[in-house]
């Protein structure tokens, strides 16, 4: 059974630049798609970005152009660049694996990002 540990997260300045990684604690090759989602105080969890095993990504309208998602297959690690910063991406930032046959999907615990204005 996979298990997902985020890291990264932090305090950072409006404009500044954060890097979450998410590393899993099996292979990653075969899971169908890795995501990275977002939950601030008093509002539901949304998605960020996902990539599929692949390389094929998906982003939030919000963060499209500021904020990158990569995968490692080899480092069974999923990263997300977090560029240009604003109050507004201040969350507790979750990483998620899907697989789709069996289908299954894992949650990280979540690592916390304060982007201070």
């Known amino acids: 059974q996979v298990q997902l540990v985020e890291s990264g997260g932090g305090l950072v300045q409006a404009g500044g630049s954060l890097r979450l990684s998410c590393a899993a604690s099996g292979s990653i090759r075969s899971i169908n798609v890795m995501g990275w989602y977002r939950q601030a105080p008093g509002k539901q969890r949304e998605l960020v970005a996902s990539?599929?095993?692949?390389?094929?990504?998906n982003y939030a309208d919000s963060v499209q152009g500021r904020f990158i998602i990569s995968r490692d297959n080899v480092k069974n690690t999923v990263y997300l660049q977090m560029n240009s910063m604003k109050p507004e991406d201040t969350a507790v930032y979750y990483c998620n694996a899907e697989k789709w046959l069996p289908r299954w999907s894992r949650w990280g615990q979540g690592t916390q990002v304060t982007v201070s204005s």
């Open positions: 990539i599929m095993n692949g390389g094929n990504t």
